[in-house]
């Protein structure tokens, strides 16, 4: 079964950029969708974008200009880059294996907004 | 954006109960309707997807029905490790959105 795992920094100063990166282990990058969800308790889930493994995106359009979903096929990692963030980005940030469900999660990483 | 709601928000039960969540989406969406449980501290685990298949591993106490506009997630004989946050998703449409979410508590 495919493992997932985020990594990238905890804190990060208002209107600087957030990144995440989603290590993938026992399976291959390629051949499927890879998603970025964040939850916090005033919004629940948030689902943020999709990208499969030639570099094709679709991102929530309320975050569109400030994101960039990336893969790195080679590295067998996908990342997520969010410019001037705000004290409302602060979330858990999850990476997913999306087969048009999110059938597996990485435990999710708290980044906190914060100067 | 496709809105889904759902009820109750929070659910009261016992060990062996059996429980009944409802989703409704602010329009048809066909079966294109995912469960989830979350467990503090964990990353949310697919139940049902295509709004009443199993997925795998996961037990047939669990079931999943509807389609449309209005989805129910069944919980039979419910267990000490059920309790935890339900979330339904739709994959109907992008952006995909999801409910927000459902407590099962004792």
């Known amino acids: 079964q495919v493992h997932l795992q985020e990594s990238g920094p905890a804190l990060v100063k208002p209107s600087e950029t957030l990144s995440v990166t989603c290590t993938v282990s026992?399976?291959?990058?390629?051949?499927?969708?890879w998603s970025w969800i964040r939850q916090t308790p005033e919004k629940g889930l948030e689902w943020i974008g999709s990208?499969?493994?030639?570099?094709?995106?679709t991102y929530h359009p309320s975050l569109k200009s400030r994101v960039t979903l990336s893969v790195h096929p080679s590295k067998t990692q996908f990342s997520l880059r969010m410019t001037s963030v705000t004290t409302a980005d602060t979330a858990v940030y999850y990476c997913?294996?999306?087969?048009?469900?999110?059938?597996?999660w990485g435990q999710g990483i708290l980044v906190t907004v914060s100067s | 954006d496709i809105q889904l709601t759902q009820s109750p928000s929070f659910l009261s039960a016992s060990v062996g109960d059996r429980v009944t969540i409802t989703c409704r989406a602010s329009?048809?969406?066909?079966?294109?309707l995912a469960w989830y449980q979350q467990k503090p501290g964990r990353a949310p685990k697919i139940l049902i997807y295509?709004?009443?298949s199993l997925y795998i591993g996961v037990p047939s106490r669990f079931s999943g029905s509807g389609s449309g506009t209005e989805f129910t997630l069944t919980i039979n004989r419910l267990q000490p490790e059920d309790f935890a946050t339900y979330f339904c998703?739709?994959?109907?449409?992008?952006?995909?959105?999801f409910g927000p979410g459902t407590k099962v508590d004792i």
């Open positions: 997913a294996r999306q087969q048009l469900v999110l059938t597996d």
């Open positions: 026992g399976g291959s990058i390629n051949t499927h969708q």
């Open positions: 990208i499969n493994d030639s570099g094709s995106a």
């Open positions: 329009q048809a969406i066909g079966n294109s």
């Open positions: 295509a709004a009443s």
């Open positions: 998703q739709q994959v109907s449409y992008y952006p995909r959105t």
